[in-house]
Structure formats: structure tokens, C-alpha cells
């Protein structure tokens, strides 16, 4: 895939870019490592400033940073401000709370025989990213804040689809302040990941991804032990019982279907009812799609933009061509617009069966899968049954309930009576498919720390 930005509400290309070659991406790698020998040496304060300058920079240039992300990914200007400001927030959040995660823990000493032992965190060196483009900022940052903050550096190989906005990270970073090298954007191909994993300078990776972009990666790092996260995507449930507002969970349940235009791993997908309020849910939640409007990403008053990729569009419609083929009936949208650019329209499906694809593959666009259930236990088991095991919604006010669902559903995350999201406080990764590790919170900064135990004798 050539590394381009290509307009998705146009179709058109705006700028290409040539790939880094051997001698530049070594070039890159040794002054990263070089940039670590020094930076891990920074005090604590110093890197906070740095975080906080950052945050600063962001907020001075917010307009101009989502309208890029809009320009190659397609995302609604609105939504891109949005995740700018969410980006400025992650930064100085660890600015703040990174010095206590930070902070040596102190161990036992009599019962181990020391005079003092402890627990200090240490970084490991330069991180590998590789990113999607469906948050093309906020996917980079939730990485990069916990790590800088630690003293680690870091190596961003971005979606070849938003390479504008993989080197603005780059200049963010540089323009607050932030030594040389130490967060670096490699213009490379999927192909080159392996060389760069592979080489000794690297000290571990994290990846958000498709499944196969995941055991690649894992496979690379098992073989040269190296630790990753991995964040893999999700078919994530959104569960209806009878005692829920009905019409708070309908409203909900269109943003997060449609959010990023429908291309967010964390959207819910598939809609598991009580029989009892699903035809009043699905009347709510039909009309609240239909009412979308699809257009221009710039334009204020648009609900949903393009897909990012011509290709992206064209799973989207096959998976929906081969939901009707086998019996399922669309009740809104389903069919892509006339004209330029990726567009496809909100669409709410039911009738689904096993051998749909539907029923089984994340489907990267604004698609709703409505499922109906006999009780909670039916719901627990149709959620379960997905390879991924992200997010997960729930919406019921019995408290029973809610204690059966979150011992219950298979997921790394649970929300109850609200929309899975992320927030720089709370660990964010799932289970099965979904990948391994946990980003933000303290566990994201520690996945790439040594915990080094320290014991002192008399």
C-alpha cells in the first residue's frame, strides 16, 4: 500500500510519500537508541513539563490538527476537535498522576532478610507503535504519553493512510520541547515491521490492529522476547434488558454504533435484546439511525462522514451482500450513496444467523446487528459467542443483573448503562482476540517498565 493521504470524500489522492530506505530507517534507529541513553536520565518534573508543553501545543493548533485528520481519514471535523482535546487531556493527565505510578514501592524487609527492598520502575528503551488510522492521533498518543512519561522514547509506524499526521506527532513533539530523537514517525511499509522489531535497538512494541497484523507481530516479539500489547479490535455486544431506559439506550446505542463514522474498534456491533422491549428498541433505535446525515466531514450538522479506504467500503458491502443472501433483512440503509468519495449509510440489520459473515467478523462501518433473546441468559451467551472479547455494553437497572453481566460477559471492559470508551484513568485491552496487555492507566505505563526489585542487607 503505497504511503499517500487520500482524500475519502473525494476519492482523490493529495500527497504521496516515499517510503524511508534501509540506510535512513538505521539512521533513525540509532538515534533513537541514542536519545534513550540520555532522556531515561530526566527527572520526573522534566518530563512532566515536556507532557504539559505538549498538551499546549495541541491546544493552540486544534483546528488545524482535525481538519488533517478529516482531510485523510475522513472523520467528522467535529469528532477530530474532539479527539485533539481528548489527546491534549491523556498528556497531562500523565503529566500529573505519571510521577506516583512512578514512584519506588517499598517491599518487605525483616521477613526477607534486608534492610530495605523495593520495587522501582524503570524504562526499557525505544517502543515500537504501529497504529491504525481510524484515531489517528488519539491510537498514537495513548502510547506515547504513558511512554515518554516513563522515559521510554518512541517509534511511531503509522497507518500508510494518515503519514500527515504521523509526522505531525513528530513536530508536536519536537515543538514542545522534547530532545531530539525521542519520538520519532518511521515512513515505512507492514513489510518492515519485522526489521525493525527484530533489531536489538528496539526494546518492545505495541500494536493496534487486524488479528493477523497482531499474531504477526507477537510471533516476531516471541521470537526475539521482546514484550508487547496488543489491541485487536471487537464485536462488541450491546445488551437491552426489559427494566432499561429505553430511550437513552436506543440514543446511545446510534453513537455508538455510528462514532467514527462507524470505524472504531470499541463501537458496539451487535445489538442483543430482551424480547420484551425489542420491538419498541428496535422501532426507537431504526428511526434515530435513519435520522443521520451523511455528507461532507467539514461540514457542521454532518452525524457521519466517508469510510477512510475504497476497500474499507467494499467489505462493508460485502459483508452486508452476504447477510441478505442468506435471509437477513435490512431495515435501514444498506445501500452506498451515488456520487464521489466512501460514503455508506447507517444500517440496521436483523435476521442473523451463524453462517452469516455478519454474525461473525467486525465489521468496520456504520452496521447494526439486532438480535433478539429470551432472557439474560441467552444474552450472555450470544455476547459470548465471538472470538474477540473487547468492550461490552449492558443497559439494565436490575442490580442483579448488572452483577451477572460483569462476572458473565467475556470482555476486557464493561460499561453498564453507558457507551464503551476509553479514559486516560480507567486500563483499556481485551481478552480472546481482542489481544493482550492493557493501555493507559498505570498498567499502561508499567507494560513497558522494568519493575526491578531492589534488596539492601545490613
Not at 488510522?133 to 509506524?157: C, D, H, I, S, T
Not at 507492514?190 to 497482531?214: F, H, I, K, M, N
Not at 467475556?410 to 483499556?428: C, D, K, R
Request: charged share 20%; net charge negative.
Amino acid at each position: 500500500m503505497a504511503i499517500a493521504t487520500i482524500d475519502p470524500a473525494s476519492g482523490l489522492l493529495v500527497k504521496e510519500f516515499e517510503a524511508l530506505s534501509p540506510a535512513e530507517l538505521d539512521h533513525k534507529l540509532e538515534r533513537a537508541a541514542q536519545a534513550f541513553a540520555t532522556y531515561r536520565l530526566t527527572t520526573l518534573d522534566e518530563r512532566a513539563a515536556l507532557l504539559r508543553a505538549a498538551a499546549a501545543v495541541l491546544d493552540r493548533e486544534v483546528e488545524s490538527v482535525a481538519a488533517l485528520m478529516t482531510l485523510e481519514m475522513g472523520k467528522t471535523y467535529t469528532a477530530a476537535k474532539g479527539e485533539v482535546a481528548k489527546c491534549a487531556t491523556v498528556l497531562r493527565y500523565y503529566a500529573e498522576h505519571g510521577p506516583s505510578y512512578l514512584a519506588d514501592v517499598t517491599g518487605p524487609d525483616t521477613s526477607v532478610g534486608a534492610r530495605r527492598s523495593y520495587v522501582t520502575y524503570q524504562p526499557l528503551g525505544p517502543v515500537l507503535a504501529v497504529m491504525p488510522w481510524n484515531y489517528p492521533l488519539w491510537q498514537a498518543m495513548r502510547f506515547a504519553a504513558p511512554a515518554l512519561m516513563a522515559g521510554n522514547v518512541g517509534l511511531l509506524k503509522h497507518a500508510s493512510n494518515v503519514p500527515q499526521t504521523a509526522l505531525y506527532m513528530e513536530q508536536l513533539f519536537a515543538s514542545a520541547g522534547f530532545p531530539a530523537d525521542v519520538f520519532q514517525t518511521l515512513l515505512i511499509g507492514s513489510a518492515t515491521v519485522e526489521t525493525v522489531l527484530r533489531d536489538p535497538r528496539v526494546a518492545a512494541a505495541t500494536l493496534t490492529g487486524s488479528g493477523p497484523a497482531g499474531q504477526s507481530v507477537a510471533a516476531i516479539a516471541g521470537d526475539v522476547l521482546k514484550p508487547t500489547v496488543l489491541e485487536l479490535g471487537g464485536n462488541d455486544p450491546f445488551v437491552v434488558m426489559p427494566s432499561a431506559d429505553l430511550e437513552r439506550a436506543a440514543a446511545v446505542a446510534v453513537t455508538a454504533r455510528c462514532q467514527n463514522n462507524g470505524q472504531s474498534c470499541i463501537a458496539a456491533k451487535r445489538f442483543i435484546v430482551h424480547e420484551a422491549v425489542a420491538d419498541q428498541f428496535e422501532q426507537l433505535f431504526a428511526a434515530k439511525l435513519a435520522a443521520l446525515t451523511v455528507g461532507d466531514p467539514m461540514r457542521a450538522g454532518t452525524d457521519v462522514g466517508p469510510l477512510a479506504t475504497e476497500s474499507g467500503r467494499e467489505e462493508v458491502e460485502q459483508i452486508v451482500a452476504d447477510a441478505v443472501e442468506h435471509g437477513a433483512r435490512v431495515l435501514v440503509g444498506g445501500t452506498r450513496p451515488d456520487g464521489p468519495g466512501w460514503f455508506y449509510p447507517p444500517t440496521l440489520i436483523t435476521g442473523i444467523t451463524r453462517e452469516m459473515r455478519l454474525y461473525r467478523e467486525e465489521v468496520f462501518g456504520p452496521v447494526a446487528s439486532l438480535y433478539r433473546v429470551p432472557d439474560a441468559a441467552a444474552a450472555i451467551s450470544l455476547a459470548n459467542d465471538s472470538e474477540f472479547g473487547l468492550g461490552s455494553n449492558i443497559w439494565t437497572e436490575d442490580q442483579d443483573e448488572q452483577v451477572r453481566f460483569v462476572r458473565d460477559v467475556q470482555a476486557g471492559m464493561v460499561f453498564i448503562n453507558g457507551m464503551s470508551t476509553s479514559y486516560p484513568e480507567l486500563p483499556f485491552g481485551g481478552i480472546k482476540s481482542s489481544g493482550f496487555g492493557r493501555e493507559l492507566s498505570d498498567l499502561g505505563m508499567h507494560a513497558f517498565m522494568n519493575a526491578k526489585t531492589v534488596w539492601v542487607g545490613a
